[in-house]
């Protein structure tokens, strides 16, 4: 007897998802490393840089290299325990860098608005307000291409360890990716300025919580979530966001069936009441159903608050899991 696990991959299956997987990546490596600009001008003063973006496919290949070599080194030695950490910490590194740089296009983006407000109609002004909408767009097509390579960076991650790569803080989203992780902040927040846009996606949302400890049954979880997703065939998936157990397998679930997944991660600053804030505020998002997997006492909450709001609910024990035979 032995527990289920999907999570073991040979290299001949990682082989086979890179290949498989290739053309369609190429296409959105090509997309997000087009651009328009001939030449741009980096900070007030700095020289022009004429020179290209980076060959897609090259771009492509070399991000597949990097986590797949470090995984093929360290396989079958007493340090592949610790591949699965460098190699999220490889993907970190693309996502802090595009996020760095997306600081620095809101900044341009400043500039721009300020320099509308001062317009003069002289030359030098014209000049200025040129510059900085080059320094934008190069902002802006850059770190549509660092995202890019960090998606594509996430899904090897994903395809070697069965496991999909998730941020330590913030949203998971970029025009390029058909599947989003998205931080409860940033999608309350873009709920209540109303904005439509990749922070508050629509269609109908399922909630789903369980314990971190004692489960490992992920046909059952899956089984159970794909039941839902057929009787909401748009849904928009809440978790309560843990790295292991129940919610682990969940967004495994998510990236896999390119579903939209909310994480609700708990606040230090409410102490001891984080976890039932968070389960008011995933009840309050009006989900359309409920998936709730025995656990703690933040569980017993959510069920609770699921049956007094009548949101249709699943309720799913540990004595419901099976056992796979060897």
Same mark, same amino acid.
């Given at each position: 007897?032995?527990?289920?696990?999907?999570?073991?991959? @040979?290299?001949?299956?990682?082989?086979?998802?890179?290949?498989?997987?290739?053309?369609?990546?190429?296409? &959105?490596?090509?997309?997000?490393?087009?651009?328009?600009?001939?030449?741009?001008?980096?900070?007030?003063?700095?020289?022009?840089?004429?020179?290209?973006?980076?060959?897609?496919?090259?771009?492509?290949?070399?991000?597949?290299?990097?986590?797949?070599?470090?995984?093929?080194?360290?396989?079958?030695?007493?340090?592949?325990?610790?591949?699965?950490?460098?190699?999220?910490?490889?993907?970190?590194?693309?996502?802090?860098?595009?996020?760095?740089?997306?600081?620095?296009?809101?900044?341009?983006?400043?500039?721009?608005?300020?320099?509308?407000?001062?317009?003069?109609? !002289?030359?030098?002004?014209?000049?200025?307000?040129?510059?900085?909408?080059?320094?934008?767009?190069?902002?802006?097509?850059?770190?549509?291409?660092?995202?890019?390579?960090?998606?594509?960076?996430?899904?090897?991650?994903?395809?070697?360890?069965?496991?999909?790569? !998730?941020?330590?803080?913030?949203?998971?989203?970029?025009?390029?990716?058909?599947? !989003?992780?998205?931080?409860?902040?940033?999608?309350?927040?873009?709920?209540?300025?109303?904005?439509?846009?990749?922070?508050?996606?629509?269609?109908?949302?399922?909630?789903?919580?369980?314990?971190?400890?004692?489960?490992? &049954?992920?046909?059952?979880?899956?089984?159970?979530?794909?039941?839902?997703?057929?009787?909401?065939?748009? @849904?928009?998936?809440?978790?309560?966001?843990? &790295?292991?157990?129940?919610?682990?397998?969940?967004?495994?679930?998510?990236?896999?069936?390119?579903?939209?997944?909310?994480?609700?991660?708990?606040?230090?600053?409410?102490?001891?009441?984080?976890?039932?804030?968070?389960?008011?505020?995933?009840?309050?998002?009006?989900?359309?159903?409920?998936?709730?997997?025995?656990?703690?006492?933040?569980?017993?909450?959510?069920?609770?608050?699921?049956?007094?709001?009548?949101?249709?609910?699943?309720?799913?024990?540990? !004595? &419901?899991?099976?056992?796979?035979?060897?």
């Amino acid at each position: 007897m032995t527990k289920i696990n999907h999570a073991d991959r @040979m290299p001949s299956d990682i082989a086979t998802f890179i290949t498989q997987e290739t053309v369609a990546t190429t296409d &959105d490596f090509h997309a997000a490393f087009a651009s328009d600009l001939d030449g741009v001008r980096i900070g007030r003063g700095g020289e022009e840089m004429a020179t290209d973006m980076p060959d897609p496919r090259e771009a492509q290949f070399a991000v597949e290299l990097i986590v797949t070599t470090l995984f093929d080194a360290l396989r079958d030695t007493r340090l592949e325990p610790a591949a699965q950490r460098l190699a999220w910490g490889i993907v970190n590194s693309f996502h802090h860098v595009a996020d760095q740089w997306e600081g620095q296009a809101d900044k341009a983006t400043r500039q721009i608005q300020d320099l509308l407000r001062r317009a003069d109609g !002289s030359e030098i002004h014209s000049v200025e307000l040129e510059q900085a909408r080059d320094e934008l767009e190069y902002l802006d097509e850059a770190t549509e291409a660092l995202r890019c390579m960090r998606d594509h960076a996430a899904d090897v991650f994903h395809t070697e360890t069965g496991r999909p790569w !998730s941020a330590p803080k913030g949203s998971l989203v970029s025009s390029k990716r058909t599947a !989003s992780v998205i931080a409860a902040t940033d999608f309350l927040a873009a709920r209540r300025q109303r904005r439509t846009d990749a922070h508050n996606p629509q269609g109908p949302i399922v909630i789903f919580s369980g314990g971190a400890e004692c489960w490992f &049954d992920d046909r059952l979880i899956w089984g159970k979530l794909d039941e839902a997703k057929s009787r909401n065939p748009m @849904m928009v998936l809440a978790t309560t966001a843990q &790295d292991k157990g129940c919610d682990a397998m969940a967004a495994a679930w998510a990236a896999s069936r390119k579903v939209t997944l909310i994480t609700f991660r708990l606040s230090a600053k409410l102490g001891k009441r984080a976890g039932f804030v968070r389960n008011e505020q995933m009840v309050g998002l009006r989900p359309v159903e409920a998936l709730v997997c025995e656990g703690s006492g933040l569980q017993s909450h959510l069920a609770r608050l699921v049956r007094e709001k009548r949101i249709p609910a699943r309720f799913l024990r540990l !004595s &419901d899991q099976e056992w796979e035979a060897q």
